[in-house]
């Protein structure tokens, strides 16, 4: 059974920068396509980035472009989230997912979740 474990959160001042991992255990990473969502208070989960297993990425919300980069490294077993230009409407949990499948936003098509790591954008 996949688990993920999500790091890296925190409060940043505005326009500071943070990088969160997502760490797999249980099984390897590298047969599974990974997404980063994240929920904001008040909203609903949103998808923020997805990885392809080699390493292809897309982007769910056009808000993060030119700001968020995702990345993976099979052979630690984890996938990273570059996070750039903080602004307080980042403010959210930030949750990673997999699924055996590369190319869905969707959080209802994503088997396997993390607990989330707290992003707070302020000064």
């Known amino acids: 059974q996949l688990q993920l474990v999500e790091s890296g959160g925190g409060l940043v001042q505005p326009g500071g920068s943070l990088s969160l991992s997502c760490v797999a255990s249980?099984?390897?990473?590298?047969?599974?396509?990974v997404g980063w969502f994240r929920q904001a208070p008040g909203k609903e989960r949103e998808g923020v980035s997805l990885?392809?297993?080699?390493?292809?990425?897309?982007f769910c919300a056009s808000s993060v472009k030119g700001r968020f980069t995702i990345s993976r490294d099979n052979a630690k077993k984890t996938v990273y989230l570059q996070i750039h230009s903080l602004k307080p409407e980042d403010t959210a949990i930030y949750y990673c997912?997999?699924?055996?499948?590369?190319?869905?936003?969707?959080?209802?098509?994503?088997?396997?979740w993390g607990q989330g790591t707290q992003v707070t954008v302020s000064s």
């Open positions: 997912a997999a699924r055996r499948f590369f190319g869905t936003c969707r959080e209802r098509d994503y088997d396997y």
């Open positions: 249980g099984s390897t990473l590298d047969s599974y396509a």
């Open positions: 990885v392809s297993f080699s390493g292809g990425s897309t």
